[in-house]
């Protein structure tokens, strides 16, 4: 059975997009940080469709092969989702070095420890899907520089790998959600989701569905054809300023 290695499966994202994946027929192995809602995302789905792995890919000593590789779905696997992020510290002056390692770590080095680790499995299979979650600060920069720098090593990293692996039938793919509406939003005043809303060209929000169905899309059979993209899912909010 067709399997996705999912990372950030318990954030907002993920509880629309596991869901998906589930009604389209892949199994799940689901990596997340944070114990208390990967138990409550395990509650939902039977344990023999979506299996939850607690890991924090801001340390240096996580390794996929220490997590992953006992796991019996392994030969099934036929795409990886690295939909983990975190933003932390402040603007130029107020940042750690710690801040900076800490994004740097989960926005690029465990991506590219789980790309190097998912990829030959794809291969075995005769080739398979990459999907990490880009961000528009990547390209147009941000208040915090250490997150902006963070995602643009991630634009550098997935283009990078889409050249590596297009040899061995690996598809590999960048997405630059703009603001969704999650748990992580749901706090936002009106009128602060309004400002946000009037600056993308379309004047809303995107929906976690919108999102789950895309990259439901380009792992799947139906996108065969699509490497080293880079998929604008912000509303349009870059060219709206």
Same mark, same amino acid.
């Given at each position: ?32 940080? !944070? ?36 796991? !019996? ?41 789980l790309i190097r680790f998912s ?69 936002? !005043? ?46 349009? !909010?870059?060219?709206?300023?």
């Amino acid at each position: 059975m067709k399997t996705v290695i999912f990372t950030g499966c318990a954030g907002g994202m993920g509880e629309a997009a596991v869901p998906e994946l589930l009604s389209q027929g892949w199994r799940v192995i689901g990596l997340d940080h !944070s114990e208390k809602r990967l138990a409550a995302q395990q509650a939902k789905y039977p344990s023999n469709q979506f299996q939850a792995l607690l890991c924090d890919l801001a340390q240096t000593t996580f390794t996929p092969e220490n997590l992953l590789s006992n796991h !019996s779905w392994l030969p099934d696997v036929q795409a990886m989702v690295y939909w983990a992020g975190v933003s932390k510290g402040g603007g130029w002056e107020d940042a750690t070095e710690q801040d900076w390692d800490d994004q740097f770590n989960v926005q690029a080095r465990s991506c590219r420890k789980l790309i190097r680790f998912s990829a030959p499995l794809m291969q075995q299979r005769g080739g398979g899907s990459v999907v990490v979650a880009g961000s528009p600060v990547g390209v147009v920069g941000a208040r915090k520089p250490g997150y902006a720098a963070s995602k643009a090593a991630l634009h550098g990293l997935v283009m990078s790998a889409a050249r590596h692996y297009g040899p061995a039938n690996v598809r590999v793919n960048l997405v630059l959600p703009g603001p969704v509406i999650t748990y992580m939003t749901q706090d936002w !005043s009106p009128e602060k989701r309004q400002s946000i809303a009037g600056e993308t060209l379309l004047g809303r929000l995107c929906q976690p569905q919108e999102v789950a169905e895309l990259l439901t899309f380009l792992i799947s059979d139906k996108n065969r054809y699509m490497s080293g993209s880079v998929v604008d899912l912000t509303c349009g !909010s870059m060219y709206g300023h």
